[in-house]
């Protein structure tokens, strides 16, 4: 991302190890007061940098934010075991999965933000949780092509169902997430669902 100034013109670039300097001050923002209260001003303190410098990179805190978040994640994992249980325990567990903890916390830290700012929630889909969700989605229509699902499975149904279910227990049960928890919750829940036919929709005279 290369944000631009309001006359359209590329602002320079803060590069190399500056940049990064500043990306681990804005988690480390981030961490202690959450994306809400999060300022440019006091990224710019921990980084011990001047705000017009953040603003030579960064448009505001969007842009600011989830470039640190992308700094941080490792790309998505994509195994190819041909074995839908195997890629999934591969994806979902480890470096940047749900059970690396920097990773759920920080998730933790904008979970307000993704439902009160319209704009860092389009971004924070897009950029960090879209990469990981179409990684996700791809080891889904691996297993459909080798015939290990039925070919009518909803994927863009089934694909996000793991992350939703074992975020699920963590925010609201709290339950942290280890690869005990999303080996149980593959085994029990998302393979059953996964491999059942699927049942054919009521027609008309059924439902009357």
Request: charged share 25%; with cysteine.
């Amino acid at each position: 991302m290369t944000p631009a100034s309001d006359t359209g013109v590329a602002r320079p670039r803060v590069e190399g190890d500056r940049e990064l300097e500043i990306l681990e001050a804005t988690l480390e923002v981030l961490a202690d007061v959450g994306y809400d209260r999060l300022t440019m001003d006091a990224v710019a303190t921990r980084a011990r940098a001047s705000k017009a410098t953040l603003y030579r990179r960064w448009n505001g805190k969007v842009t600011l934010v989830i470039d640190a978040l992308i700094a941080v994640k490792s790309p998505p994992v994509l195994p190819d075991t041909g074995n839908l249980r195997e890629d999934l325990i591969a994806s979902f567990c480890g470096m940047g999965g749900l059970t690396d903890e920097r990773s759920v916390d920080t998730f933790a830290s904008v979970l307000t933000a993704i439902t009160r700012d319209a704009e860092f929630a389009a971004a924070f889909r897009r950029e960090v949780i879209g990469p990981k969700a179409e990684a996700s989605r791809t080891i889904f229509a691996r297993a459909k092509a080798r015939g290990e699902i039925p070919a009518d499975v909803d994927l863009d149904l089934l694909s996000p169902a793991l992350a939703g279910i074992v975020l699920h227990r963590m925010y609201l049960m709290g339950e942290m997430p280890d690869e005990a928890l999303i080996t149980r919750v593959i085994d029990q829940i998302i393979l059953p669902a996964a491999t059942r036919p699927v049942a054919a929709a009521p027609t008309e005279k059924e439902t009357t």
